[in-house]
Nanobody
Framework: QVQLVESGGGLVQPGESLRLSCAASPTIFGTMGWYRQAPGNQREFIAGINFDGSTNYADSVKGRFTISRVNAKNAVYLFMSSLKPEDTAVYFC?????????WGQGTQVTVSS
């Protein structure tokens, strides 16, 4: 059974940093990505990472967010810095492109003073 579990979200103030984690079970060897969905908006792509570690980012987060993975731990991470109120959303991990049936619950990130 494929399962994705996101964690690490919370309430932070503008300008602060936060690291999100994604645990994949049992493992995914292809490209992984982070996505987010703000209230009333469609889910959008944020960042992707190949099995070899190469990455790509959406323009909205490029230079502020860093995606990484530890394949031996079946884990994908998203380090977010210089957070802005517009980063507030539920954050999800999945393959790139995503597989609909394996979306997890996501983790809420709220950026507010």
């Amino acid at each position: 059974q494929v399962q994705l579990v996101e964690s690490g979200g919370g309430l932070v103030q503008p300008g602060e940093s936060l690291r999100l984690s994604c645990a994949a079970s049992p493992t995914i060897f292809g490209t992984m990505g982070w996505y987010r969905q703000a209230p009333g908006n469609q889910r959008e792509f944020i960042a992707g990472i190949n099995f070899d570690g190469s990455t790509n980012y959406a323009d909205s987060v490029k230079g502020r967010f860093t995606i990484s993975r530890v394949n031996a731990k079946n884990a994908v991470y998203l380090f977010m810095s210089s957070l802005k109120p517009e980063d507030t959303a539920v954050y999800f991990c999945n393959t790139l492109p995503p597989i609909g049936r394996i979306w997890g619950q996501g983790t809420q990130v709220t950026v507010s003073s």
